[in-house]
């Protein structure tokens, strides 16, 4: 009887080493926990036999039930040591960092939109433009009244418009997200007063359909020049000088009859544009024309000593044209792929 149980638990101990030898990971560990240590494990049933043995025989059967126990108890401990060790290490050698090397290069680079922006500011600021700069929840009376387009005039329908506050009768009450800078205009004169000589560049929004050439949001820059004795002569001369600026040779351009309600007369100016392998064509770039003497009192400026001209256009565009760029959407990703390009 007795040297049967004797020869089981020995039995027992050799299948317990081997099972241990073959655990790998820590939960096949607890599988080996539950198994050979656990309530129902065979371990559990030896101890309920002790009970069955004679005074005599309980002191050989204890003992060597109790080894038994103690012998899977330590060598699971040992491997549980062994794992949690190895684990532990993995896991030191996959975050490891080097903090005296210097880290993974994920260079920024700047947006294509500000390379045009600042292109155009210098070339502006070098001919003795400021800078101007405005809100884009502005008055619906910067935005639309003050630029010599009313309320009923069917012009505000060419700008489909986000309102933000619509509910005051005053349109110096109510506010919209600008629908182009030329509300910098009207800032301008007003904060100034003439002579005056300005750029403004700046992010606008319409209430729009979108598609891969328009956008709820883009980015626009105004010019604005006021002074004395000032034509169309001016305007030409300007907007020739900018474009062999910024293109960087000679460009062709033309000038076609446009209605603004805030100019007059109003253009409309047509580049001719060549991409290598392709026909070239005009694109028309952008608005332009005489400052209109309502918008010069309209700012507290007398229209009978000063002129103006000012002009348009699409900034956003203009990032496309340079870069070749299809699709505006491109413009608004944060696509690192896509940026470090430039
Ligand atoms: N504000 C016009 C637009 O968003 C562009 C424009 C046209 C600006 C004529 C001007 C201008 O300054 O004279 O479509």
């Given at each position: 009887?007795?040297?049967?149980?004797?020869?089981?638990?020995?039995?027992?101990?050799?299948?317990?080493?081997?099972?241990?030898?073959?655990?790998?990971?820590?939960?096949?560990?607890?599988?080996?926990?539950?198994?050979?240590?656990?309530?129902?494990?065979?371990?559990?049933?030896?101890?309920?036999?002790?009970?069955?043995?004679?005074?005599?025989?309980?002191?050989?059967?204890?003992?060597?039930?109790?080894?038994?126990?103690?012998?899977?108890?330590?060598?699971?401990?040992?491997?549980?040591?062994?794992?949690?060790?190895?684990?532990?290490?993995?896991?030191?050698?996959?975050?490891?960092?080097?903090?005296?090397?210097?880290?993974?290069?994920?260079?920024?680079?700047?947006?294509?939109?500000?390379?045009?922006?600042?292109?155009?500011?210098?070339?502006?600021?070098?001919?003795?433009?400021?800078?101007?700069?405005?809100?884009?929840?502005?008055?619906?009376?910067?935005?639309?009244?003050?630029?010599?387009?009313?309320?009923?005039?069917?012009?505000?329908?060419?700008?489909?418009?986000?309102?933000?506050?619509?509910?005051?009768?005053?349109?110096?009450?109510?506010?919209?997200?600008?629908?182009?800078?030329?509300?910098?205009?009207?800032?301008?004169?007003?904060?100034?007063?003439a002579p005056?000589?300005?750029?403004?560049?700046?992010?606008?929004?319409?209430?729009?359909?979108?598609?891969?050439?328009?956008?709820?949001?883009?980015?626009?820059?105004?010019?604005?020049?006021v002074d004395e004795g000032i034509s169309?002569?001016?305007?030409?001369?300007?907007?020739?000088?900018?474009?062999?600026?910024?293109?960087?040779?000679?460009?062709?351009?033309?000038?076609?009859?446009?209605?603004?309600?805030?100019?007059?007369?109003?253009?409309?100016?047509?580049?001719?544009?060549?991409?290598?392998?392709?026909?070239?064509?005009?694109?028309?770039?952008?608005?332009?024309?005489?400052?209109?003497?309502?918008?010069?009192?309209?700012?507290?400026?007398d229209?009978d000593k000063y002129s103006g001209?000012?002009?348009?256009?699409?900034?956003?565009?203009?990032?496309?044209?340079?870069?070749?760029?299809?699709?505006?959407?491109?413009?608004?990703?944060?696509?690192?792929?896509?940026?470090?390009?430039?």
């Amino acid at each position: 009887m007795l040297q049967e149980f004797l020869d089981q638990l020995s039995d027992w101990q050799t299948k317990a080493t081997a099972a241990l030898e073959s655990v790998e990971t820590l939960e096949a560990l607890m599988s080996f926990q539950s198994e050979f240590l656990g309530k129902k494990s065979a371990l559990q049933t030896f101890l309920k036999q002790i009970k069955d043995f004679s005074p005599e025989e309980k002191r050989a059967a204890g003992p060597a039930v109790q080894s038994l126990q103690q012998f899977i108890r330590d060598g699971f401990a040992t491997k549980q040591s062994v794992l949690e060790t190895a684990a532990l290490e993995a896991r030191l050698a996959e975050d490891w960092l080097d903090t005296t090397k210097s880290l993974p290069r994920v260079q920024g680079a700047m947006h294509p939109l500000s390379h045009v922006q600042y292109k155009i500011e210098d070339i502006f600021t070098r001919m003795g433009f400021q800078i101007a700069d405005g809100p884009e929840v502005e008055t619906e009376w910067n935005n639309f009244d003050a630029l010599n387009i009313p309320p009923t005039h069917p012009a505000r329908d060419m700008q489909d418009t986000f309102f933000v506050d619509r509910q005051h009768e005053d349109s110096r009450q109510n506010t919209v997200l600008r629908t182009h800078t030329s509300n910098l205009q009207i800032r301008s004169m007003l904060e100034q007063g003439a002579p005056l000589r300005l750029i403004a560049p700046g992010r606008v929004y319409r209430n729009e359909e979108l598609d891969a050439t328009h956008d709820a949001v883009f980015y626009q820059f105004e010019c604005l020049v006021v002074d004395e004795g000032i034509s169309m002569a001016h305007l030409k001369g300007t907007i020739e000088k900018f474009l062999e600026a910024f293109f960087e040779k000679p460009v062709k351009f033309r000038f076609r009859p446009g209605y603004f309600p805030f100019v007059e007369p109003g253009l409309e100016v047509d580049i001719w544009f060549e991409v290598p392998g392709k026909p070239g064509k005009w694109l028309e770039l952008l608005g332009a024309g005489m400052v209109h003497p309502e918008v010069l009192k309209n700012c507290n400026i007398d229209p009978d000593k000063y002129s103006g001209f000012a002009f348009g256009l699409g900034l956003t565009r203009l990032a496309m044209m340079t870069y070749s760029i299809d699709d505006l959407r491109w413009l608004n990703q944060p696509k690192v792929d896509f940026l470090s390009q430039f």
